[in-house]
């Protein structure tokens, strides 16, 4: 089982919509989690940390579940320049054999707003 | 732009070649990374220093490849005798500490490598 999994998508939908992501993770004792987005052929940038309580910035929410060990991420009223591939990433604390440096990355959901 | 930068950002070279890959951290951030992403793949984890010191390595790194951090700023990534399964974007990220007690990082606009 991948250490952390995602739908690969392409989600397609039409500008305005509400369009929710999917991520699991194998490994119980990661601590820290990510959201990140990535254009075509750029670097990763961060979108959001995803903290226990779950958190939202504007049109962005990000839940936590981790006794399901499910991480989501929430995109109210799209906008074409939401186009991207949007990445899941965890952290493992270096007591469970993690590292504080090593962070692991799904392959991404692709995500295209259609106007 | 006080961004992580890295340079070149592209390079080509001919299988057999060495290759050395330059990135600045963002100045006040004491940890640095280094990750290969190739097509359709997230990210993977290659090595990181805190300061001068480096950490960690994960199993990717062989031993063609080396990192430095000399002075804790900037770093190095080196190739040794370039392989065709080399060719990949190098990204190179940068951390602080944030508010939730964990580091968040920053990545720089990478390193594309084409290995001929």
């Known amino acids: 089982r991948k250490e952390v999994e995602q739908d690969p998508g392409p989600f397609n939908v039409p500008e305005g919509a509400t369009v929710a992501f999917n991520c699991t993770y194998s490994?119980?004792?990661?601590?820290?989690f990510f959201w990140y987005r990535q254009d075509c052929r750029k670097e990763p940038k961060l979108l959001m940390s995803v903290y226990s309580s779950g958190n939202e910035d504007g049109r962005f929410t990000a839940q936590l579940n981790r006794a399901s060990q499910y991480i989501s991420l929430l995109i109210r009223d799209s906008k074409l320049s939401d186009s991207a591939t949007y990445l899941c990433?965890?952290?493992?604390?270096?007591?469970?054999?993690?590292?504080?440096?090593?962070?692991?990355f799904g392959k991404g959901t692709k995500l295209s707003v259609k106007p | 732009d006080t961004g992580v930068s890295q340079n070149p950002r592209h390079k080509i070279t001919k299988r057999g070649q060495n290759v050395t890959f330059r990135c600045d951290p963002i100045?006040?951030?004491?940890?640095l990374y280094w990750y290969r992403q190739t097509l359709g793949q997230g990210p993977e984890f290659l090595t990181y220093f805190q300061n001068e010191a480096q950490l960690e390595k994960s199993r990717l790194l062989s031993d063609r490849f080396s990192a430095e951090r000399p002075k804790g700023s900037f770093s190095t990534l080196e190739i040794q005798r370039t392989e065709q399964g080399d060719s990949a974007m190098y990204l190179c990220a940068s951390s602080s500490l944030a508010s939730g007690g964990f580091y968040e990082q920053y990545f720089g606009p990478g390193t594309r490598l084409t290995v001929t």
């Open positions: 100045s006040e951030h004491n940890r």
């Open positions: 990433v965890v952290n493992m604390d270096r007591r469970y054999g993690g590292s504080q440096g090593n962070l692991i």
């Open positions: 490994n119980s004792a990661s601590q820290s």
